[in-house]
């Protein structure tokens, strides 16, 4: 792959001053404008205020139940019985066998233990991922809504975000919409699937579009598919590298967090080519180095003996989006259809509430006690400002008292 041999100067220069606050004795020209104008992550925003506000959080996502207890008696056991000192920095090799052999079984792939990165979560893979490939100038295709931390991480690395705006409620990929943006600097293609926020599993044919687009215009593609267990309804999952000639082309993410339903762990994952997979390495290893070995060892047991608790893991937050849907309907929502990941949509303006979603985000929160994620936050430009996302990994008791008071907000926002 040529771009792989272009090396380049990173230049804060090129990148737009903007206006955010000044800071008391530093120089403007010392302060990186891209983190200087961005503010906390929504996420964090929103668990703030719900704690500040005593809300219901359903904003942040995070389950509240779910988690095997033999994983975290291995994690207790790790801590007391294994080494407490710096892992290897590709992963404790235990595990990044396992996390082979767990795709080798689950997808039929081949991997082997050496083309795994374990990385702090799929947040460091992602910038990992980024930092390895992405040089000043390239284009980056992301398909928004997308998570929060690509757009800037593609900018910190001289990269420029170029988005596709998926919309509502079909959230489909279209073969002119992703050929239209293809230009000679796009460099990388950043796919999320399942995808956070909407919920959506992207079909067989969207992902043959993208594999197609990679290949004819050898593209790397980073595959975010940090939700592949958590599905619904029956539905089965298709690693992007299992494509024909996509395996030599894809950087694979995962998250023990999001298997495990364990997000505090940040033990997380990239899997590629051996080209790839070095290069990824070489920029984890100036990141974290390494993460909590204990927990890669319980995890490691995990993603070893864990299989059986994948499918009852599926129907218990199919059961939690069932009572959280039935009771946001009787309320009298309009929720979108979600059958991946632990997210729903509702639709704001289907339901009877004229303002935004940012006024109802911030409004909701503090006047009803119920924290949701604006959806707008999530795209570039383009974005639809009628949809909240709602976090349905959560106990009946945490789901009632939510929707009571998404009820709540309703009321005071359709007078
Ligand atoms: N990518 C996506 C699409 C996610 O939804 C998340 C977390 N919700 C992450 C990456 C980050 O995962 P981690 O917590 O393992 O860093
Ligand atoms: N990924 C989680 C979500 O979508 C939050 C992760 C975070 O807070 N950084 O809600």
Known sequence: MPWLMAATVFSPRQFRLGDGPAIAGVEEASLNPIYKNIGESIFARMSGLAVKHDAVNLGQGFPDFGWPDAILDAAAQAVKEKSN???????LPELRQAVADHYNRHFGQTLEASLICV??????ALASCILATVTLGDEVIIFTPAYDSYAPMIRRAGGIPVEIALQPSQWRIEREAL????TPKTRAILFNNPQNPTGRLFDRQELQVVADAAIEHDLVVIADEVWEHVLMDGQRFTPLATLPGMAERTLKIGSAGKIFSLTGWKIGWIAGAPELAALVTKAHQFLTFSSAPNLQWAVAFGMAEGDA??????????RARDRMIAALRAAGFFTLPAASTYF???DLKAS??????????SQAVEKAGIAV?????FYECNAPSHLVRLCFGKRDE??????????KARDLFTR
């Open 85 to 91: 000192q710096y892992a290897p920095a590709p992963g």
């Open 119 to 124: 990385t702090s979560g799929a947040t460091e």
């Open 179 to 182: 050929s239209a943006v293809i």
């Open 309 to 318: 608790w994948i499918e009852p893991m599926q129907h218990r937050f199919a």
């Open 344 to 346: 729903l949509c509702v």
């Open 352 to 361: 009877g509430i004229a303002i935004g979603d940012l006024s109802f985000a």
């Open 373 to 377: 994620v604006p959806l707008s936050v």
């Open 398 to 407: 945490t789901i009632d008292a939510g929707v009571a008071a998404m009820a």
